[in-house]
């Protein structure tokens, strides 16, 4: 059974499942889930509970044999195994599905895992999970969801906040849901009778935005350049090496030069930066490919040093051309008229 974050408290009230998968890469949310199991298997009964980190192939014997030994005091418990990766390899994929085809109803497996890639959900034991027991997949809040998100958590917390309030939060810890709920919990001790206000919020909120490269290329095909050049300050502020940063801000540019000349055919369902393309494509016209990969060229040779410059104000630059939003000219030696 597949269960989502939202999906899994409904679940866990009509009934235990025997084993549980939490997997995904957003702290908060996963150790949320978790703690779901958790409680919901204490209250069943489940009052003991031991945990195996799996770093070696030696681990899994470890597992094997508490799964096979009776409990001390003869009380039900949770065997968690958390992965350190998605791949348990051969000998982890035969111990887990081993594991799962047992029948032991003083036993609940609750399994952690990071998130998991288009191979590993398709093997065995996860196919496993989803036949006897539940399978959480944990997807981070997109930044258009952000918002609707902080709200949902207010709505818990008792925390009355404005719309332009949540939206300054969003923007500040954008990719690091943790902090948002810290800073949401933080809010609560000082907040008064009325709804939180931006500039309560600025006051309060230390910037813990933590931004993703591949998020960047994302920004600029949909068109975003004020969120482009906020995730753009942000990567330099965390010392993202600038190479990567051309390299996401070029490849968004060939997707958008394939899309346009394949009549703009639209990117497959699975493809998370698909409704940003479709926007790129739109404005295709306008954009003149040929500045581009001058202006990409010249962040490139500033980088190595060849010519004089600030390479993120050029990286800048050519994120906010591919928006189509230019602040700046091509200089003029270097510019040309689109054909």
């Given amino acids: 059974m597949k269960l989502t974050s939202d999906s899994l408290a409904a679940s866990l009230g009509e009934r235990l499942l025997p084993a549980y998968l939490v997997s995904g890469d957003e702290p908060l949310l996963a150790g949320e889930a978790a703690d779901a199991v958790r409680e919901r298997a204490r209250a069943a009964g489940f009052t003991e509970r031991e945990v195996h980190f799996i770093e070696r192939v030696t681990d899994w014997d470890d597992v094997r044999a508490s799964a096979a030994n009776l409990s001390l005091f003869g009380s039900r418990r949770v065997l968690e195994i958390r992965l350190a990766s998605g791949k348990p390899g051969v000998a982890g994929n035969a111990a887990l599905v081993a594991l799962l085809a047992r029948a032991d109803s003083d036993t609940l497996y609750l399994i952690l895992a990071p998130r998991l890639d288009r191979d590993a959900q398709n093997a065995e034991w996860v196919r496993a999970v989803e036949a006897s027991g539940g399978w959480v997949q944990v997807w981070p809040v997109d930044p258009a969801r952000l918002v609707g998100w902080l709200k949902g958590r207010c709505r818990k917390l008792k925390l009355e906040?404005?719309?332009?309030?949540?939206?300054?939060?969003?923007?500040?810890?954008?990719?690091?849901?943790?902090?948002?709920?810290?800073?949401?919990?933080?809010?609560?001790?000082?907040?008064?009778?009325?709804?939180?206000?931006?500039?309560?919020?600025?006051?309060?909120?230390?910037?813990?935005?933590?931004?993703?490269?591949?998020?960047?290329?994302?920004?600029?095909?949909?068109?975003?350049?004020?969120?482009?050049?906020?995730?753009?300050?942000?990567?330099?502020?965390?010392?993202?090496?600038?190479?990567?940063?051309?390299?996401?801000?070029?490849?968004?540019?060939?997707?958008?030069?394939?899309?346009?000349?394949?009549?703009?055919?639209?990117?497959?369902?699975?493809?998370?930066?698909?409704?940003?393309?479709?926007?790129?494509?739109?404005?295709?016209?306008?954009?003149?490919?040929?500045?581009?990969?001058?202006?990409?060229?010249?962040?490139?040779?500033?980088?190595?040093?060849?010519?004089?410059?600030?390479?993120?104000?050029?990286?800048?630059?050519?994120?906010?051309?591919?928006?189509?939003?230019?602040?700046?000219?091509?200089?003029?030696?270097?510019?040309?008229?689109?054909?």
């Fill in 161 to 339: 906040a404005s719309d332009e309030a949540l939206a300054v939060l969003a923007a500040r810890t954008e990719g690091n849901l943790l902090a948002a709920h810290q800073e949401l919990v933080k809010l609560t001790l000082s907040a008064h009778a009325h709804p939180l206000t931006p500039e309560e919020v600025l006051a309060s909120v230390a910037d813990s935005a933590r931004f993703d490269v591949f998020k960047l290329g994302e920004a600029v095909l949909a068109g975003d350049a004020p969120r482009a050049l906020r995730m753009l300050a942000g990567l330099r502020a965390e010392g993202t090496e600038r190479t990567l940063v051309l390299w996401t801000l070029n490849k968004s540019l060939r997707d958008v030069w394939q899309a346009r000349a394949d009549g703009g055919t639209k990117a497959p369902p699975w493809q998370r930066q698909g409704a940003a393309l479709a926007k790129a494509v739109q404005r295709a016209g306008r954009l003149s490919f040929t500045a581009l990969a001058q202006r990409a060229e010249r962040a490139d040779r500033m980088i190595k040093g060849r010519v004089p410059g600030d390479a993120w104000d050029e990286l800048a630059l050519l994120a906010t051309d591919i928006c189509a939003t230019p602040v700046l000219r091509q200089p003029a030696a270097q510019r040309t008229v689109a054909r």
